[in-house]
């Protein structure tokens, strides 16, 4: 089975700084991907980024990037020069790449960008 | 191209009755997934399908829940009987082979 686990239930961070959000998973297999998705306050669930597991190379996407501890099985993402647009709950998720294919999401972490 | 389609946006009914939620996948995507939201938690998978098969329905609840994806029309997640404790929000999904999941803005059903 898989966890995921999101130890911040709130965070909040002035405008333009850089904001860091904790993941931590546990799975007992090799070949999986990460994700972290941004539900706004219209509950959208947008992908923001993902990592395979297999590449060690950390993902990014314009400001946001992730630190993906492999053996430490963490996952954190980074955003950098926050905006206001950001304010939203932010939750981590995981997937088995040769499972069932259905993503194991952790309880969130709501951001509060404050201007 | 069109994203997820999820109908209706808001549901309400009565304890007793039945909910039909419909999600119309992304042009081309053969994969459905269902998840529900209760409040203040993250989403939990319910069922998993591709065309006219049911793949993984374990995060379905056994009784009142079923879900069909037909070869025509978009994918149903009904619930007969409704509670109060069914009240949340329903997200879809659909995905291609091997690529990530694309969600619906999900339907919120509320249980008078």
């Known amino acids: 089975a898989q966890t995921v686990t999101q130890s911040q239930p709130e965070m909040s961070v002035q405008e333009a700084e850089t904001v860091t959000l904790s993941c931590t998973y546990d799975?007992?297999?090799?070949?999986?991907?990460l994700f972290w998705y941004k539900q706004p306050p219209s509950r959208q669930m947008i992908l923001v980024i993902r990592?395979?597991?297999?590449?060690?190379q950390n993902a990014t996407e314009n400001r946001f990037s992730v630190n993906f501890q492999k053996a430490a099985k963490s996952f954190s993402l980074k955003i950098s020069d926050s905006q206001l647009g950001d304010t939203a709950m932010y939750f981590c998720?995981?997937?088995?790449?040769?499972?069932?294919?259905?993503?194991?999401f952790g309880t969130g972490t709501r951001l509060t960008i404050i201007p | 191209n069109a994203g997820v389609m999820q109908n209706p946006r808001h549901l309400v009914r009565r304890r007793g009755q039945e909910a039909r939620l419909r999600c119309s996948p992304m042009?081309?995507?053969?994969?459905v997934y269902w998840y529900r939201q209760l409040p203040e938690e993250g989403l939990k998978f319910m069922v998993y399908?591709?065309?006219?098969?049911?793949?993984?329905e374990s995060g379905m609840p056994k009784e009142r829940f079923s879900a069909e994806f037909p070869k025509e029309g978009p994918s149903i997640l009904r619930i007969q009987q409704v509670v109060r404790g069914d009240s949340a929000a329903y997200f879809c999904?659909?995905?291609?082979?091997?690529?990530?999941?694309?969600f619906g803005d999900g339907t919120r059903l509320s249980i008078l």
């Open positions: 999904a659909s995905s291609l082979d091997g690529q990530p999941q694309h």
């Open positions: 799975t007992s297999e090799s070949n999986y991907y």
């Open positions: 990592q395979e597991a297999y590449k060690q």
């Open positions: 998720a995981s997937l088995l790449l040769f499972g069932n294919e259905k993503l194991t």
């Open positions: 042009k081309g995507h053969s994969h």
């Open positions: 399908l591709q065309k006219e098969n049911i793949i993984d």
